[in-house]
């Protein structure tokens, strides 16, 4: 049989009439939530649990010259003060580098500091009490002599000889260089009509999610094993880290993850703090808790983007765009984090440039320096916003040149819709996009024509707005080819256990998780359709390392492609089994019956034949009147990894209309809009939803925030006063549509959808920006877009 | 002073009777000592929202307040607000319009859709959105919660119409 028969005759069986797939059902258990009745990792308590608070270092960089803590221990309820030396004992440093990306370099990071601080931040000791209060308290009774050194803070400069360097046994500031070389590339600028240059600027910014980072460890030294309750995004990779770092077998490590509270990233990495609370239980063998305050959030949770970036392009006057070419820089902190590594952003801007666009011709050098500030890892849509930024900014750029309208320029330069499969000019291999067919889609949504018309009209009356559009293209599914193969030991692949119980309800354990994109009802949805039984009784089970599969968990927009699928043919298995038993019990034949409405019927008409709850009571309690050598298996598992092509590419293109008060610098967001390809869609509403939550969150990088920064690497706004997030009040409506195009790797068909939103909107704002100030001739190409850099741009101040 | 002091309080209709410490913040009070932990800490400097409470009837920061100030008082949280029913048709439209993903804003999201939804009877989007600005919502992008807010207004008008003779 051929593989599109396999898929049609797949699709057909999710799509019977009790099918779940592609219906806006809403999520099971979110009562739970609405009602204060979850469970966070902050709300959890156990007993002789203590809790810990760091003392943090208030310079960039330093060396430690003294620690006192005998007046903190004297303080009651204080349990122990533990220095990194002492930490030492139980925790093994780290060192955040992967094979695959070749000269990657990092130092030795410890759980907390040991000689010498390298971040405005980064804990020197740690102080465990019977309360918070107590503990805290007897923080500031800790004293640590400092000895000042001078701090890197400029990435600029961090690899000149004058700059000191961070390291010294890595010989300089520069953690990672990648250069790539496609095509003619001097050939096609010199062939070229019209080049155009630009800087694009992307401040530093971060998740701030609004649950901070949360663990409780639980060092039980009678069963020898650590229980770590802890709001990640990947329970598999924290036990494999644990594990190693404190000596132990994966076996003696649980991790269970409940309810979380926001992740975007910032929730898939390991935190020297998290290790520093483990290795705190073990020591002390009992339950520690570590909560974040706001400001340590600021301060050690990983940062992103900081980016800046040179981009040329070169066109033709008939919009032929005939090359790119970046140099983009940017500056992660004192270390590489762990175990992921702060190279993956720079190494994806390098990948994705130019991704939607025709030309062959690219040419890159990305470099990653060290600096005395904050961390910087993945966080959402990881190198997106910069490429996706840089693209289209220079896309609109020579159209301007060339006096093209946007949207025509595009038209002649997206990848044909009938091209695929093919690859961009830096590798990516893509197996079908939408490019051609989501921009017409996008325009008829948006009535582009009327909207141009419009503002024109209102640019008479002195009101200036503008149109900005952005083509994406976005990673997802990711295979081994993202982690694996540089060594670490993060899963590509996912598990599904699927079990019919004794009352024929359904349970199932998934190794994604659920940080509130829909990982449990996507799971709840497929399963369901497969098996014919209602949503109510599939019960999901996610995040706990001793009751579910083996798998990477959620991100990279992997859950639904990956975890779906592997749901998806575990309960196919299942399914199977539950008919052969029925055919045994009914006296028919497996092919002559069906699953529906949790009842086995008559495959022809769907005649009721047996509930599944009767099957389910003859299996479990009287197997004795089974005919001879029948053994029910009512349970299956199955696993799924893609394996054809690395990632899963996804794309779409995103429109923003806004007003900019050209006398004070306010932008007015008025409408955005989004046309997505995201495969598959399981359920609809869910997917708009991680859309538009990803599209604030790029709007939140474009207008509002950044951590900023003094010379001597001090986070000036460490607070949510300071830092602006979008609230309520300022976020437009935002339209969204779809593309349809399954992948198929994998009979579900379905891609990501979590970076999508993110990956562009800051893109189409900066370019609606400009397109709004064009009669003033003023063009940024920066973010965020505050009032100062607008009325800079206008030479108004 | 920092010897614990006596309050008492009404807490989603019971009677509260507690020794605290001066300085333990209401939102803290209510986690930490009444294991009422819908009641969430995001921020702990009144930006964020979500430790939102009703206090005497209004919407108060509960960060923002000590939990000696509330002696006296009649304190309602989301645990109360749930139980007693009163804002389950909001809850349902949250819940059929995904106007929650991780759920860590949403306890309070609801107490202030509610507090508006008390004083207008039909509020309109630009007034909702600002509204809640006071609560960040990380995941949604806020238009969800926009609408489920809208249709919950839309739904009780035409209830109370229905009843009116």
């Known amino acids: 049989m051929s593989k599109a028969n396999e898929n049609s005759q797949t699709l057909s069986e999710l799509d019977r009439p009790n099918s779940y797939i592609g219906k806006s059902v809403p999520r099971p258990n979110l009562d739970r939530l609405m009602q204060g009745r979850g469970l966070y990792v902050s709300d959890l308590e156990l007993p002789r649990m203590a809790h810990v608070v760091f003392v943090r270092s208030p310079h960039a960089h330093a060396k430690i010259v003294a620690i006192g803590t005998s007046a903190a221990k004297k303080i009651p309820g204080v349990v122990a003060v533990v220095t990194g030396e002492e930490l030492s004992a139980v925790i093994t440093p780290w060192v955040g580098v992967l094979s695959h990306l070749k000269g990657l370099k990092s130092a030795p990071q410890r759980a907390i500091a040991v000689e010498r601080v390298c971040w405005q931040g980064e804990a020197v000791a740690a102080v465990v009490a019977s309360s918070r209060a107590a503990a805290e308290d007897a923080a500031e009774a800790v004293t640590v002599q400092y000895e000042e050194l001078e701090a890197v803070t400029d990435m600029r400069t961090a690899l000149d000889s004058a700059t000191p360097v961070i390291h010294s046994s890595l010989g300089d500031n520069l953690a990672f260089e990648r250069t790539l070389d496609a095509g003619a590339v001097d050939a096609a600028f010199s062939g070229s009509d019209e080049i155009v240059e630009a800087e694009f600027v992307f401040g530093r910014h971060t998740g701030v999610t609004l649950e901070p980072r949360s663990v409780v460890a639980d060092w039980n030294a009678a069963e020898a094993r650590l229980t770590i309750y802890q709001g990640t995004q990947a329970p598999h990779m924290v036990q494999n880290i644990a594990a190693l770092h404190l000596g132990l077998e994966e076996a003696q490590v649980r991790v269970v993850c409940k309810d979380v509270g926001g992740s975007f990233g910032i929730k898939v990495h390991i935190y020297a703090d998290e290790m520093a609370t483990y290795a705190l239980s073990k020591l002390l063998r009992r339950p520690v808790k570590f909560v974040a305050d706001r400001i340590e959030s600021f301060n050690t949770d990983i940062h992103a983007r900081d980016h800046r970036c040179r981009g040329r392009i070169g066109v033709k006057r008939d919009g032929t765009i005939t090359a790119f070419e970046i140099d983009d820089l940017t500056g992660i902190g004192p270390y590489s984090m762990y175990p992921r590594t702060s190279a993956i952003e720079a190494n994806q801007v390098v990948n994705l440039v130019g991704g939607p666009y025709t030309t062959k011709n690219y040419r890159a050098r990305a470099r990653v320096v060290f600096q005395n500030k904050n961390v910087m890892c993945q966080y959402r849509a990881v190198g997106h916003p910069i490429a996706c930024s840089v693209t289209e900014g220079l896309v609109d750029l020579a159209a301007s040149r060339i006096a093209m309208d946007p949207v025509e320029i595009r038209r002649r330069n997206l990848i044909a819709d009938d091209a695929y499969p093919c690859a961009s000019a830096s590798g990516l291999r893509f197996e079908l996009l939408s490019h051609h067919t989501s921009l017409n889609k996008l325009l008829a949504m948006m009535n582009y024509d009327a909207l141009r018309a419009e503002q024109a009209e209102l640019r008479k009356r002195n009101i200036h707005r503008g149109i900005g559009l952005a083509s994406f293209i976005e990673v997802t599914n990711p295979s081994a080819a993202f982690y694996g193969v540089g060594g670490a030991k993060i899963s590509s692949q996912d598990g599904v256990a699927v079990r019919l119980d004794a009352q024929g309800a359904v349970i199932c354990q998934t190794s994604i998780t659920e940080q509130g994109q829909g990982s449990e009802s996507l799971t709840a949805q497929i399963v369901g359709s497969v098996l014919g039984v209602s949503m109510e009784r599939v019960r999901v089970i996610l995040g706990d390392t001793d009751q579910t599969p083996y798998g990477g968990g959620t991100w990279a927009s992997r859950g639904a492609g990956i975890g779906g699928e592997a749901a998806l043919q575990a309960a196919k298995i299942l399914r199977r089994n539950i008919l052969d038993v029925a055919a045994a019990i009914l006296q028919s034949s497996p092919a002559e019956l069906d699953i529906a409405n949790n009842m086995i019927v008559n495959a022809f008409d769907v005649t009721p034949r047996m509930e599944l709850r009767e099957l389910a009571r003859i299996v479990y309690f009287r197997p004795d009147t089974l005919p001879p050598g029948i053994q029910a298996e009512l349970m299956a598992t199955r696993h799924y990894v893609p394996r054809e092509y690395p990632f899963a590419f996804t794309n779409g293109i995103q429109a923003s209309w806004l007003e900019v008060d050209t006398d004070t610098g306010f932008i007015k967001l008025l409408k955005h809009w989004v046309v997505e390809d995201c495969g598959t869609l399981i359920n609809p509403q869910l997917v708009d939803e991680q859309i538009r939550g990803g599209v604030v969150q790029g709007l939140g990088a474009a207008l509002f925030e950044k951590c900023i920064y003094d010379e001597r690497g001090q986070l000036t706004n460490a607070n949510m006063a300071d830092y602006l997030v979008p609230m309520s009040g300022e976020m437009p409506d935002i339209d969204v549509g779809h593309v349809v195009s399954p992948t198929s790797e994998s009979e579900l068909g379905a891609k990501g959808a979590g970076e999508a939103g993110t990956a562009g909107a800051g893109a189409s704002d900066s370019n609606a920006v400009n397109d709004g100030l064009k009669p003033f001739g003023a063009v940024i190409t920066e973010i965020p877009l505050t009032p100062q850099v607008v009325l800079t741009a206008l030479k108004r101040i | ?165």
């Open chain 2, 1 to 165: 002073m920092t010897a614990p002091l006596s309050i008492s309080l009404d807490v989603n209709g019971e009677r509260v009777e507690a020794h605290v410490s001066p300085r333990i913040n209401l939102a803290d009070f209510l986690r930490e000592h009444l294991k009422l932990t819908g009641t969430h800490v995001g921020c702990e400097h009144g930006v964020c929202g979500a430790c939102t409470v009703r206090f005497n009837g209004e919407i108060v920061r509960s960060c923002l307040m000590l939990a000696v100030q509330a002696n006296g008082s009649s304190i309602e949280t989301i645990e109360g607000l749930s139980d007693s029913g009163e804002i389950s048709d909001l809850q349902a439209a949250f819940r059929e319009r995904n106007a929650l993903q991780c759920g860590f804003c949403t306890p309070a999201m609801l107490i202030t859709a509610q507090d508006l939804l008390k004083s207008e009877a039909e509020p309109g989007r630009e007034q909702i959105r600002e509204h809640l600005s006071g609560n960040y919502c990380r995941c949604t992008g806020y238009q969800a919660i926009v609408d489920a807010v809208e249709a919950t207004a839309k739904a009780r008008k035409n209830r109370n119409k229905a009843r009116a003779p």
